[in-house]
């Protein structure tokens, strides 16, 4: 039997977004539970992978190795609690590169599916903005829309996101995944 696996978009939805991009580990600020909530669902037994746009590396905000310690950082706060993540990955590109991996398109999801050999057809991807949902869509993952970063602006300027299941933030998500287990 194939692992069970949750993809998590980062900035919105594990850390605060701010008015610009996310740029340094001292930026870097989780949402309160959400470091709780990715260490419930590894002692439950899902693999937990992150899947985000990272496009401030191209534009030159930030570097690879700024991205690395924002994740390090992360990583760091999930391993007091015992865990880490499964896997973390990124599209460095802008919007015009027009690559695969650049949500809204699925090859972030593609990438992780093959790596990990998972379903995606049975696999959340918690997000918070229209990008995650389409992504999700197009690679017939299950989407999950959160009301924290874009969540609430995404819930009421895009009427495709209306028939996708919406909760307050990653730990609530994560209360009713564990508990219909």
């Known amino acids: 039997m194939r692992a069970k696996m949750v ?7 594990i850390n605060h977004m701010l008015d610009g991009d996310v740029t340094s580990a001292d930026d870097w600020d989780p949402i309160p539970g959400s470091i709780e909530a990715i260490s419930r669902l590894k002692k439950a037994g899902y693999l937990v992978t992150v899947a985000s746009n990272q496009s401030g590396i191209a534009r030159g905000q930030y570097s690879e190795k700024d991205l690395q ?8 706060l999930l391993a007091a ?3 880490s993540v499964d896997g973390i ?7 015009e590169a ?3 991996c650049r949500k809204p398109k ?6 992780i599916a093959k790596q990990f050999d ?3 057809s049975q696999t959340p991807l918690v997000g918070d903005n229209i990008s995650d949902i389409r992504a999700a869509k197009m690679a017939n993952a299950k989407p999950i829309l959160v009301r924290t970063g874009k969540g609430e602006y995404v819930m009421q300027h895009f009427p495709e996101a209306l028939d996708v299941p919406v909760y307050d933030d990653l730990a609530h998500f994560v209360r009713e995944t564990l508990r219909k287990k």
């Open 7 to 13: 993809i998590l978009d980062r900035d919105g939805v």
């Open 69 to 76: 310690a924002m994740h390090d950082k992360m990583q760091k």
């Open 81 to 83: 609690r015992g865990v």
């Open 89 to 95: 990955f990124y599209c460095p590109h802008g919007p």
């Open 98 to 100: 027009n690559c695969i």
């Open 106 to 111: 699925p090859g972030l999801l593609y990438q």
């Open 118 to 120: 998972i379903d995606l």
